[in-house]
Structures are given as C-alpha cells and as structure tokens.
Nanobody, 117 residues
Framework: EVQLVESGGGLVQAGGSLRLACAASGFTLDDYVIGWFRQAPGKEREGLSCISSSADRAYYVDSVKGRFTISRDNARNTLYLQMNSLKPEDTAVYYC??????????WGQGTQVTVSS
C-alpha cells in the first residue's frame, strides 16, 4: 500500500524557516517524480515544487523560487522541503504527492504551516 506521511509543520514567525518531511512507504521514492503542494484556506491547491526520479532536476513555482529547496534522501525513502524566509502568505496545509506518469493519485494527509507576521 502506497503511503505518504508529511511532518514538520508548525507555527513560525515571518522570516523564519521550517523543514517539511514526507516519509514514503509501499514504493521506492527515487523511482518516481514527487512533488510538494499547498492549499491555503479558501484557495485552490497550488503546486510548489517537484523533483525528478533521478533527483537531477528540480522545479519550483515562482512564488517560492530561491526560498524553498526540495530534496530527497533515498536511504530513508523520504522527501524534504526546506523553507526559508517564510512569509505570512505561505500559511497553508502542505502536501506531498507521487506522480504516476499521468496524474497525482497518491497524497499524504498534509501538515499545517502557519507563518505569523
């Protein structure tokens, strides 16, 4: 059974940092493109970043480019999102998801990130 479990969210002041983790089970993380998404209250889910299966390419949406870094630890089968210079508008529930070649069918339960001003 494919499982993705996010952790690392919390309350942080603007300008602070958090590192989110996404622990994968039921599949080998480095065989797939994996991505980070977020959803703020009253807004649609937004794609933030994804990393290729070989981890040699990473993509970021403009709003987080230069502040967020995606990485993976294959030995731990875990994906990370290092978030620096956080802003109040980064407040959202953050999710990781696995790409199956056509869609994102597998999602974690999410972790809440709240950035205070």
């Amino acid at each position: 059974e494919v499982q993705l479990v996010e952790s690392g969210g919390g309350l942080v002041q603007a300008g602070g940092s958090l590192r989110l983790a996404c622990a994968a089970s039921g599949f080998t993380l480095d065989d797939y493109v994996i991505g980070w998404f977020r959803q703020a209250p009253g807004k649609e889910r937004e794609g933030l970043s994804c990393i290729s299966s070989s981890a040699d390419r990473a993509y970021y949406v403009d709003s987080v480019k230069g502040r967020f870094t995606i990485s993976r630890d294959n030995a731990r089968n875990t994906l990370y999102l290092q978030m620096n210079s956080l802003k109040p508008e980064d407040t959202a529930v953050y999710y990781c998801a696995k790409w199956d070649g056509n869609s994102w069918p597998d999602w974690g339960q999410g972790t809440q990130v709240t950035v205070s001003s």
